[in-house]
């Protein structure tokens, strides 16, 4: 099936998820799920020979913890001149525990360019007669993979339910579809997320056509010819990719083999990508003209920009416009999953897809004389790297590259670098409207994008900003009184991606009380008791300013009393602490922050008349390469005074530092916890 | 608005029927937007809603077999533009959807009028079931805009369905007004269990229209610790009954019900002489009446319920060769049974050793609170048996596998049943365990390290309600599944990154009351420095209640599952040289109903951590959520005191 480039914009970092006049059909799905238990009428068929053949074949490395195991899996392509691709797909589990189950359930998922030939499953059970249900048993859904802002796909997903997928029992499944993909490229991933037996792949070329393999996450196997331009791959005993917080995104863990076909001769109008050049230039010819303006949005831009007078706030201006006025909405039909829309559509009807959006904000920077390129990426940093072979099936977001003349120089502008043909570009993506014009989200930075240019595309790395730019600073101004109350005011002042945090959290708050559940979470985290006793929220819509909250809190029996000592916790609020690397197995993959960060906390105790510091917890200075921790707590003039900088540097840990990663996560953690304690004055 | 209630007996024979009645609409006829709704910025009495409803409207026929819909929603902000994207769900083969109109009305008055593609898109497919939504999204809608669409629902003319007004949703609603046409061959019944909004006047029947106007509804919202939302939105429900039933008196009613329910269950049940050969196998003639009923019941459980296993596809029943049972001499001989049969069969057997015993349907209060005045059978929906054992009622349901003697899953517990006899019978209410009967006890032996870590053994039992939950929920898991549940548990239960490992095999199969599991635990840095002194906090299994009632504000009763309580007594052991030099002072606080007791003991260099907690409450009105809240802070105030430690040489100055 053909790959889709549409991002959904606001994905909820922490999230809340609306479902609007969709909860029902979420409902629905588990009803589909419950169908499909129900009502398979199965026969008494026997598994097919190659399944047969793998009831005693030795099981691939597992631990106790693994739901099944693949035995095989097999996809022969048969690839025609005509550019169409029939493949036979093959998989076999054997179940080892209840979890496995969900290996019983078949899904493929098919759109206008694909048509399923032919689907069928089996059961082999540790004891009694196989199993065997068709297509006619199979659901149809085109809801699974489906993001909720998709209005409309032609996506669709066939679910067969095979019987008895129960630990012991081993489940297969074949089906065939005919492809008539846009590009003849094929990604073969091979690593799953149980470990695997066997796989194989198998690719038969039509006379005097060629293919081109790279592997990512894994040494490269050559392959047998089993036949005239007929290529065979196997591999054996992988391993499972399990899943981890905080690790980098499946494409760039799992082991795949990408593979172009090229036709004879070379000349052929369809054929895979053998550069990024190419991709580019067939990206750009798919989107030839639809960024062509209409005299309605060459108004709308005169409009706009008519008490602009500088090109930057020209640009803001029409960066205003698109993010704020053109609603996210996709609708991905056919080609329209990696196509735009017109722009003279999607500013007509106010809304379309990251794409879409792209598509219109490049036409209308056009219009004010500002040259502007697609860049297609990835939501998600490192799914694309330099090691990528030139392919689109990495990428699924869309954004611009937006030529900066000469002297437009502002602070504002951070998401910059300087290209070599295009001289300085701003990087900006109009579907995240809570991201400033001037700067980019941390996932976007130290992303590699294809920048699509006239001359074809190129795969460019974009900007890792300062981690200045991202920030939680809180301040607070508090008092102590001898019965242990603690109050005062608490600032906090967020920037950049935590600033865009809150306010997406805020957009599900239907009513202003709502608006301070984020702080009254934070604060039980870190009081036992408290009041919030005045909160404000500032900057709530103004994106380009920092969001502010400040708040007046009460909490009794902060400090705890212990005989004639008060015994107080310097760190007051917020915690940087996680538990993410305190498991029993060891980490296998690197640790990815969202971007790159640095919070500060600096609050002031005033103490009670009558009581001195006794005792401080000591200072800590944690420097690693990846990010520094450094916390001070000192006692000047009655007034206890604890600071703390938390800073990530580098966005990636490797697997080498996670050990000193988790080291530090304890140095912040046991700092969170310690105490000053505080004694009578002795006079 | 329910769509999947089918009232079985309610086909149409007669094939004469349903002439639609078809609301004439043109796409000119959309009623006025007023220069106020045009201007509004905000809803006052929605602070900070995305968007409202201005007005909506449902005019259903039954006779006719359809349903209008209307809706006119102000957007008022960038994030209730989402409104804008419409999908409306329906059974291809039961219903259709027509005439889809929508528009936008800018906010200077002018209008858009859709004329976009509504696109068909398949929910699911497949075996009879096509579930497909018609999906469309409005152009140019901005905060400020107007958006409204209109469109009919057709039903299968051959059916009648139960069906609900929903007052409550998910947003503020200025105006709404719902018509009926009930079909005329059915009797129908409507109530509005959960009141109506304030200013609403009760729906009206006139000239075979049933009508309601209502405004202002407010927004319905979700909180954590509320009640099932049927119980809370505002609505009203429709419900059928079938041919000649035309009881309106709730008394009556169910009566009559309890006579129809008795009748197959008697048949069922009437093997007497077969069950009393199977009750001489089960008991002895000296077994006291408790003793025999228990034995009796535990015979019950060991036959296999297919109520309580995964789900298997109809080609595995099928191979299977499970037969039904007509009566409960079947089901003894079968040794398989539904969890409904299961307690027919010890109803049969408890009569068989001369119990009074009758069988009960009860409404599981996790959707419904019960109440028989609307008259809805549907909402009986739990059965179990009532037995006589020395003068007391005792409820019982054999038929939910690991349902200890005497206990009731938690939805069947403390709600009203219709116990049947041949007169129809009467209401009965099931018994509410106490808190402690629902406990969690967790007990530590731990020793304190130089480092600060705490290590030793943990031996947490659950009981009552608190163990039956685990069973049936691990139900299907294997060992490893039920080891990282058990562990993750504990992990939840402790304010810090733990170690922990369990170490024994609970009994996961049983109904004994009991689940007791064992552990290793390690949990590093529990205690932290001041200075020279070390502070050691005592609520050691204190984070479930660290993030309870967070919020000062409350709309929603708080309703919780069932009464529980927690006991902690844990043992630390101090390096040795090491001293407390100072205790927090006991705490107990006794709020009615919930209760804390937190103490910290000095025995000889053995620290010595208790701590009770008491949440003896089903349903609490909002009114109280403040003083609730108060209470859970009291708790983690308590939670959070630490005992001072002097480290060994340190403690020579002290």
Redesign the interface.
Known sequence: MNSKLSWFPAQPPHGTK?V???T??VA??A??A??L????????ADAPGWMRALVNAPLPAHD??TDAVRLYSEEILTVQPNGKIKTLEREAYKIL???G?VYGSVRASYDSETRITSIKGWCIPAQ??D?E?KEK???????YGVEDSE??TDV?TK?L?I??AD?GNIVGYEIDHEDRPYILQDEWIFQSSVPTREARYTLQLPPGWEYKAVWLNHPEVFPAATGNNQWQWMISDVKAVEPEGEMPPWQSVAGQMIVSFLPAGGGGQKKGFESWGEVGSWYLELTRGRRDASPEIKQKVAALTASALAPLAKMQALARFLQ??I?Y?A?ELGIGGLQPHPAVEVF????GDCKDKATLMSSMLKEIGVDSFYIVINTKRGAVTPATPPHLGGFNHVILAIQLADGINDSSLVAVMQHPKLGKILFFDPTD?LTPFGRLRGPLQANYGMLVMPEGGELTELPQLSPAMNAINRTAKLKLDANGTLQGEVKETRLGDPASYQRYAL?????????I?PI??L???S??????TKATVTSLDSTNLPFEYNYTIVS??YA????N?L?VRPRVLGSKAT?LL?T?EPRRYPVEFDGPERDTDDFEITLPAGYEV?????PVDAEYSFANYRSKAEANGGVLRYTRTLEVKEISVPLSKVEELKKLY?VI??DE?????LRPTVH | MSFFQRWMQTVFLSALVAVLFVRPVRADDWQPVTPEELKMTSEPQ?????AVYLYRQVDRDDQGSHEYNFKRIKIL???G?????????FWKDRQNIRGIQARTVRPDGSIVNFD?KV?E???????G?K?L?K???L????AGSIIEYRYTYDMDGGYVFDSRWILSE?LFTKRAKFSLISNHQFTLRWSWPRGLPPGTNAPEEKSGVIRLETQNVP?F?TEDYMPPENELKFRVDFVYSGYGSTESDPEKFWKQYGKNQYGPIDEFVGKRKAMEGAVAQIVSPNDGPEVKLQKIYARAQQVRNTSFE???????EK?EKLKDSNNVEDVWKHGYASGAEINWLFLALARAAGFEAYPVFASGRHEYFFNPSVMNRSQLNSDLVLVKVNGKDIYLDPGTTFAPYGLLPWPETGVQGLRVDKDGGSWVRTTLPGASESRIERKASLKLTDAGDLEGKLTVTFLGLEALWRRLDQR???D??RK?FLEDQVKESVP??I?VDLTNKPDWKSSAPTLVAEYDLKI??WA??????V?IPIGLFSNAE??VF????RVNPIYLTYPSQKIDDATIELPPGWQA??L?PEQNNDAHVCVYAVRAENMNGMLHLRRQLTVDFLLLDPKYYSPLR?FF??V??G????I?VVPGAASARN
């Open positions: 609306h609007g006049q969709r029902s059909i629905l799905l009803f589909a419950g169908m238990a129900a009502t398979p009428r199965a026969i008494a106790e913890k525990r209840p979890g189950k009694g007669k199993y249900v048993d199979a659901m149809e859904t085109s809801l209005l409309v669709r679910l339910q019987p008895a630990p704020q006025d609603r909405v609708i007509t009807k106010r809304y409207d957009r599900a708050a239907t009513k202003d009380a709502d608006k559940k009254e979470t604060l039980a985290h009081f036992a008791t408290f009041q919030v009794q029996n705890k009393l212990a005989g000592l015994l538990d305190e029993k006794e005792d401080l917890p000591p304890r953690a046991n916890r310690n105490a000053a304690v | 929605a602070p900070g809603a995305p902000t960038e994030e533009r989402k409104y804008a994207d419409i999908e409306l769900p976009g696109y898109k398949t929910i699911v497919k497949g075996k079931v579930y939504a999906t469309f999204t152009p140019d809608v901005q998910e927004a919202q995964s789900g298997k596809t109809e080609k595995e191979r299907d898991e294997d490893a599944a990282k810090a990154t170690h590093p840095g932290s420095a001041a200075g020279r002194r502070l660290r993030h967070e919020h000062a504000n030099s100072s927090p108060d802070q009291v983690r105030t939670d959070e005191q630490q001072v």
